[in-house]
């Protein structure tokens, strides 16, 4: 017992190390679990032994991770992207297979080798993709859509390759009675479970659920997904295959949500030490002997893979930049490849030497891969030409529709927020142009009349096209700092007068979303906050007037912009009022421009009732600026006061 808690120790120490060390570098955490189990295994330092224990440990991250895939099969998502994924996914799996077991064959390794290798090689990583096309706002887009289909079908394809490569390990003479036996187990269990499953798994957990306790729900997820495992392994199945068809059963249910909850940080270590284990099997020795070889099979995964995923892309419709970055993207192995390599060396159907360059050639693959993804838009465009054609359709049909637009605010996002949005601006006769990345949401808004296009608004063409230099304003409608961040440069970069505000979670990212030009900045959590105590403080008989006192307070220190613009509800309304409320306005200094060289306080807006609220320099905000600062070429003077003395103070500025 002594052993088997140093041994975890060591494993969990290192991997808090270098995934911090991972995570500095913006690497995939899986790339440092790889590393770890190279580094503490028994081929390198020798930390951690290889024994029965640690691929265990391993073994149970294979099974959440597969009961993960299962809470994720969707049939109507599924039939929703059937060409994607009975199309091109099944195309792409058995044309790599294929591929791999002609050459396995023609190297003298047979075809049992070849296919286990086959399977292998023709799985991405779902883990690196998934994340990486989230963090850079793709997953919307054309290859992003095709990527996750096929990722969808290699998830499927494992189950029976997980089946397959056990029973190919048997004698000649026995392998066709253990595929037989192996296909029969599998569709009678797959028969009963899901017969006898849902009839009995919704009332059970319904009787769990009802006793409203935490701890006995997840005690009855843990039972029920190792309880199939054990059952499947019983039947000399794999654990993967009794934990898929478990989360493939609970996905039915209206609990799904709260288990993956529940089961996430269960997944997540466990699957880190399971790529520790693999790590661990790398030996470096073996590897050098056969560099060579590890070169050829990384060319081939990376190279000859990319290839064939392009020219099958290409035969089911996709345009050549779509083939190429998805291509570039599903060129990478995969962890499902490590599991399968694995497997197959487990079942001796691959040798030792074998089994090391193949290992050796999916890590060096998944180390590489996201810098090739990094890079994939600037391949993509070199290696098509006709992509800029595409390209440059797709940018024409934004500038068709916001042809003529003068004086809009363009919505980046239209989701909830960015509806109700443009809902409040069309209210008050501002016209507003959205873009957004979600093809349904964007054809339907289109449909009912709404001013949206699909177009990606980090991109600066984009944003030229939605009549940038034209608008009054702009607003990121969603919470995603690095997308916000590309969005503030290019604004910067083009429009440096043009306010933006921006949407965020938490006050975690405020200052950095200042600093690169937002002119404000919205938190999620402040406002709800403030909504939440204005509405306590009611509930409890606290005045109605002195609860709008509070709240017009917090957001005068909060958001410098706000202030002056809260009247009371008993206050005056009418075109009259409003025209004598203060109001913003945006003035962007010329080189030449009178005020340039001037300190403000020598401006002289103080006869026109109007005062200096923010400077914008450089994309660094000043919100309250020191009367002693000079005004500089470039500089945005962001103006309060009322509308007549906002335009006489323009002119003052620009002219003198």
């Known amino acids: 017992m002594h052993d088997a808690l140093e041994t975890v120790l060591l494993m969990l120490a290192s991997a808090v190390a270098v995934v911090v060390v991972c995570r500095m570098l913006r690497l995939p955490a899986l790339i440092g679990y790889l590393l770890v189990g190279l580094l503490i295994g028994p081929h390198a330092l020798g930390w951690v032994p290889d024994s029965e224990q640690t691929h265990d440990l391993g073994e149970f991250g294979v099974v959440f991770l597969m009961f993960s895939i299962g809470l994720e099969f969707s049939l109507p998502k599924l039939l929703t992207m059937r060409r994607v994924v009975f199309g091109l996914g099944a195309a792409q799996v058995a044309a790599s297979t294929l591929v791999v077991v002609a050459v396995a064959a023609a190297l003298g390794l047979g075809w049992r080798s070849g296919l286990a290798l086959g399977g292998a090689l023709a799985m991405s990583s779902t883990a690196i993709l998934a994340k990486m096309l989230a963090d850079r706002l793709e997953l919307g887009t054309q290859h992003g859509r095709t990527i996750i289909g096929v990722l969808l079908f290699q998830d499927l394809a494992v189950v029976p390759l997980l089946i397959l490569i056990p029973a190919l390990g048997s004698s000649a003479e026995q392998l066709a009675v253990s595929l037989g036996a192996a296909a029969l187990k599998a569709a009678v269990l797959l028969a009963v479970i899901l017969f006898i499953g849902q009839r009995v798994l919704r009332p059970w957990f319904h009787v769990v659920a009802s006793r409203r306790s935490p701890e006995l729900f997840m005690l009855n997820v843990l039972l029920f997904t190792l309880g199939l ?58 590897v050098a002997r056969s560099w060579y070889w590890v070169a050829l099979v990384v060319a081939v995964v990376v190279v000859a893979k990319s290839a064939l995923i392009a020219g099958l892309a290409r035969v089911f419709g996709a345009d050549p930049g779509t083939a190429i970055r998805s291509a570039l993207a599903l060129g990478i192995a995969g962890e499902f490849g490590l599991v399968l390599v694995s ?22 693959s998944m180390l590489v891969g996201p810098f090739i993804i990094e890079r994939s838009e600037r391949l993509a465009r070199g290696l098509s030409g006709a992509d800029w054609l595409y390209r440059a359709v797709a940018l024409q049909n934004i500038a068709s529709q916001t042809l003529g637009a003068e004086g809009h605010v363009i919505l980046c996002g239209y989701g909830r927020t960015g ?39 980090a991109r600066k063409e984009v944003l030229t096209a939605a009549g940038l230099m034209r608008a009054k304003g702009a607003v990121v409608t969603y919470a995603d700092t690095n997308s916000a961040l590309k969005i503030l440069h290019h604004v910067h970069e083009l429009r440096p007068d043009l306010p933006v505000v921006v949407r965020t979670v938490d006050d975690t990212d405020i200052e950095r979303l200042r600093e690169a030009g937002a002119a404000e900045v919205v938190a999620e959590v402040m406002e709800g906050s403030m909504m939440l105590a204005s509405h306590a403080l009611l509930l409890v008989g606290v005045p109605f007037n002195r609860v709008l006192r509070r709240i017009r307070q917090m957001r005068e220190q909060r958001y410098a912009l706000f202030q002056g613009f809260f009247p009371g509800a008993t206050d005056e309304t009418g075109e009259e009022r409003e025209r004598l409320q203060p109001r913003l306005h945006s003035v962007a200094i010329t080189p030449g421009a009178w005020a340039e060289g001037k300190r403000l306080r020598d401006l002289g807006l103080a006869p026109l009732h109007v005062e200096v609220t923010a400077v914008r320099r450089r994309r660094v905000r000043s919100p309250t600026p020191d009367p002693d600062m000079l005004v500089l070429a470039g500089d945005v003077v962001v103006l309060r006061g009322l509308e007549d003395g906002l335009a006489a103070a323009e002119m003052r500025l620009l002219g003198g």
């Open 419 to 457: 509806q109700n949005l443009a809902r409040f601006l069309e209210q008050e006769g501002i016209r507003t142009i959205a873009l957004d990345l979600d093809p349904r949401r964007v054809k339907e808004a289109a449909a009912a009349g709404e001013s949206v296009v699909f177009g990606d608004a």
């Open 343 to 364: 497997e197959a060396g487990r079942g001796s159907l691959l040798t030792p030497g074998v089994q090391q360059v193949a290992l050796a050639a999916l890590i060096v």
């Open 229 to 286: 495992a054990w059952l499947t392994r019983q039947l000399d199945l794999s654990l993967a295959l009794g934990a898929f068809l478990a989360g493939m059963l609970i996905s039915e249910t209206e609990y799904r949500h709260q288990v993956e909850l529940d089961i996430r940080p269960f997944q997540d270590v466990l699957l880190g030490l399971f790529f520790v284990t693999i790590g661990m099997q790398l030996d470096l020795a073996a």
